[in-house]
């Protein structure tokens, strides 16, 4: 079976850096997305990482080791507006079919 | 600028009546997803179409549940009948490949 282990809260404080890590157990996949969720709204894609190593956009920043069976969202310089639900997402090449996490509620503080 | 549209945004019926949620992918996606989301089971793949023939619908119950892509420009997700288990907020989804997908506002369906 595939399933995917996120952190179920974190809390940071404005201005510094988080990571958010996503483990996973899946016999294959594409790559892992991230997405992001505010409370009331729909997920918005944030990153993708088909190949392993470090992805950069922006203040955001995604990592990937299949060796690992892990990955890992990073978001630098947090902002108020970082509040959020962060969710890995895997496209499973056996099974043809997308898993998401259960997403990391992330909470910042002043 | 182009996003997905889904209708109604807020839907509350009484458990046996059919619902119907609909969804305009991104002109030029190929690929349409259902999810429902609930605070119990967070974010589930429901179904999804290519090129609008369904490839998977494994994640929806089948004697109540069906989803169709009558065309392009159009995906349906029927409920009949429907159930208080069914309350939940049901997002539509359209992308072009495997990395990113397009989520619509969501449909928040509540079953008395």
């Known amino acids: 079976g595939q399933s995917l282990e996120q952190p179920s809260e974190v809390t940071a404080v404005e201005g510094a850096i988080v990571q958010i890590n996503c483990t996973y157990q899946t016999s294959g996949f594409y790559g892992l997305s991230w997405y992001q969720q505010h409370d009331g709204g729909a997920p918005t894609f944030l990153s993708y990482n088909a190949l392993d190593g470090l992805e950069e956009t922006g203040r955001f920043s995604s990592f990937l080791s299949r060796s690992d069976s892990y990955g890992y969202l990073l978001l630098q310089e947090l902002q108020m507006k970082d509040s959020a639900s962060y969710f890995c997402a895997v496209w499973g090449s056996s099974a043809s079919k997308i898993i998401f996490g259960s997403g990391t509620r992330l909470s910042i503080r002043p | ?112």
Request: net charge negative; hydrophobic share 35%.
């Open chain 2, 1 to 112: 600028d182009a996003r997905v549209t889904q209708t109604p945004r807020d839907k509350v019926t009484e458990m046996g009546q059919e619902v119907t949620m609909r969804c305009q992918p991104i002109l030029g996606h190929n690929t349409v997803f259902w999810y429902r989301q609930t605070m119990m089971q967070g974010l589930e793949l429901l179904a999804y179409f290519r090129n609008r023939a369904p490839l998977d619908d494994s994640g929806m119950p089948k004697d109540r549940f069906s989803a169709e892509m009558p065309d392009a420009t159009l995906a349906t997700l029927k409920i009949q009948p429907s159930e208080p288990r069914d309350s939940a907020v049901y997002f539509c989804a359209s992308g072009s490949n495997t990395d990113e997908q397009f989520f619509g506002p969501g449909t928040r369906l509540t079953v008395l």
